[in-house]
């Protein structure tokens, strides 16, 4: 096929910075997961104790499917399989929309088709190095797990890390199909995104409409078959271990790629075959506005946000009632806990180190929000925008004043309504007002993390997401984990969640507040002037 390794050679050099951070990453966080839930979870009493608590709990069955056994290879596959599963189908999707339908939205395809190149060789050679990534992660994990000392065989390794990668590839796949259908890779990423978590809210309702069997083993619902999440947990690689669901996921990737090439064939072009949504023939007044336009932009960002920051407090609140078991089995997961939340009372340390979890997520999403900032920037649409009325500073200071209501609009959110569903679900009782405010106590935090990327955006525009990024890879990495594995102290200090207390178990205090209001003072005017004296950075 003409061009095709050519082709191939561009996207690894595109993304030879990339693809190395995301197929590392994956492998290593999750085998970075076993000796840690081998030290917390480790003995015995621990496994019987999680395997009578979550093996039939409702939330449990949703969120991360059965528990087959009091094991530790149970408890690896309840605790990693989908979540990772999740993961490598992000990773698969935006790789594929990237080297495909985003070319063509940006002029790259027509301009690579003027010389000697397949009308499918983009297509092709997107789905060659998918397969390839994918192809890493399974050597990593098989040989990764194989090389852990644990409770299952080199064989159930190696079904674990090939379940893994036939599910990524199956997504890629899909994303063969999708970038068919729509003529923006936005499009196209939001319409994967909401099939991935389709996807993933089937097979939850097929869990919870399982079935005990005769040899006490959680059958699911027909429904959860018929979902590459559904696949991937029937392999049941370290318990049961199935082979069979892997020849299903082949088969289906097969079909849905000859599907993919046979809907290329039916289009220009720059076209999608699923007719553009017509706007309305003029935007009303407010939409016209530059706050207005800020809004529709970060709209969608705020909502996804939000949908999955009520999807992880809901969840949270109907694991609440489980909890006093667990903890009074599980030393190492009480610890774990008690460290992120302080020492106290049970309901309240957990309740506080699940709000500050909840937090997490929504720096995270304060981060997506304000890269909106360099992604208008580099399209050139910002370069038409400034050329009106507008200045350059209110532009900034309109997005990160968005970003920062909608961060605040979350904080309440998580605090109210896990105080509420405790109250609800639960015989326990505790103050509404109090645990809302303990959510509000992480607006400083917030305010840290949009300062950084405004500094960073106005210092080092192509560098912005990427540092921000890594240092909430950080935060999170010493936050969650950083007291399991002993970190040391001064390591730990470059974390700003180091500095705060957890509410309400742990009174606030006003100088680290003091403190952090003034660098994110500073680092918004110093990230303010730089953006008014710096050129666009296109590209």
Not at 415 to 422: H, I
Request: glycine share 10%; charged share 10%.
């Amino acid at each position: 096929m003409a061009g095709l390794w050519t082709l191939i050679r561009l996207i690894l050099r595109r993304d030879r910075v990339k693809l190395p951070l995301w197929i590392g990453g994956f492998v290593l966080s999750l085998l970075t997961m076993i000796p840690l839930l081998r030290d917390i979870y480790g003995s015995e009493e621990s496994l019987r104790t999680l395997y009578a608590t979550f093996g039939a709990n409702p939330a449990g069955l949703f969120m991360t499917g059965p528990v087959d056994a009091p094991t530790f290879g149970a408890l690896i596959t309840f605790e990693t399989l989908l979540w990772w599963g999740v993961a490598i189908a992000f990773l698969n999707t935006r790789l594929i929309v990237r080297h495909t339908r985003h070319n063509e939205e940006i002029g790259a395809q027509e301009l690579l088709l003027s010389g000697r190149l397949h009308r499918a060789s983009s297509l092709v050679a997107a789905l060659v190095v998918a397969l390839g990534v994918n192809v890493l992660i399974v050597l990593g994990l098989g040989f990764g797990m194989s090389a852990i000392s644990a409770s299952w065989s080199s064989g159930q390794s190696w079904l674990f890390a090939v379940a893994m990668g036939t599910t990524g590839f199956a997504w890629a796949a899909i994303s063969a199909v999708v970038v068919q259908l729509v003529e923006s890779g936005r499009s196209a990423n939001g319409i994967l995104a909401g099939l991935i978590g389709t996807s993933f809210v089937v097979r939850g309702i097929g869990d919870f409409l399982g079935k005990v069997d005769a040899a006490s083993i959680h059958q699911p619902h027909w429904a959860s078959n018929l979902t590459p999440f559904g696949w991937l947990q029937a392999t049941r690689p370290l318990t049961k271990s199935d082979w069979w669901p892997l020849l299903v996921s082949a088969v289906f990737a097969l079909c849905v790629i000859a599907l993919g090439f046979v809907l290329l064939a039916q289009r220009d072009v720059g076209t999608g075959l699923l007719p553009s949504r017509q706007g309305k023939r003029r935007a009303s007044r407010f939409l016209s506005t530059p706050l207005g336009l800020t809004l529709y932009l970060q709209k969608n960002i705020f909502i996804g946000w939000l949908v999955a920051v009520l999807a992880m407090v809901g969840t949270i609140g109907l694991l609440v009632p489980q909890m006093t078991e667990v903890f009074d089995n599980a030393d190492g997961m009480r610890r774990i806990i008690q460290s992120i939340g302080g020492t106290g009372a049970l309901v309240p340390v957990f309740l506080s180190a699940m709000i500050a979890i909840v937090c997490l997520m929504i720096f995270a999403y304060a981060i997506h929000g304000l890269s909106k900032l360099r992604n208008e920037e580099a399209s050139g649409r910002l370069e038409s925008l400034l050329a009106t009325r507008l200045s350059r500073l209110r532009w900034m200071g309109l997005h990160a004043s968005v970003v920062f209501v909608g961060g605040v609009v979350m904080l309440a959110v998580t605090g109210l309504m896990l105080s509420v569903l405790t109250n609800a679900l639960s015989e326990l009782s505790v103050d509404v007002w109090e645990y809302t405010l303990a959510g509000l106590s992480y607006t400083p935090i917030l305010v840290v993390f949009i300062a950084l990327y405004l500094l960073l955006f106005g210092l080092l525009p192509r560098a912005v997401g990427g540092v921000t990024w890594l240092y909430f890879s950080f935060v999170a990495f010493t936050f969650w984990l950083g007291p399991i594995i002993e970190l040391s102290q001064p390591i730990m200090n470059f974390s700003v969640m180091e500095h705060i207390a957890t509410p309400p178990v742990e009174a606030i205090k006003a100088t680290p507040l003091l403190v952090l209001s003034a660098f994110s003072s500073i680092a918004i005017v110093v990230g303010a002037i730089a953006w008014r004296h710096r050129n666009l950075q296109t590209g």
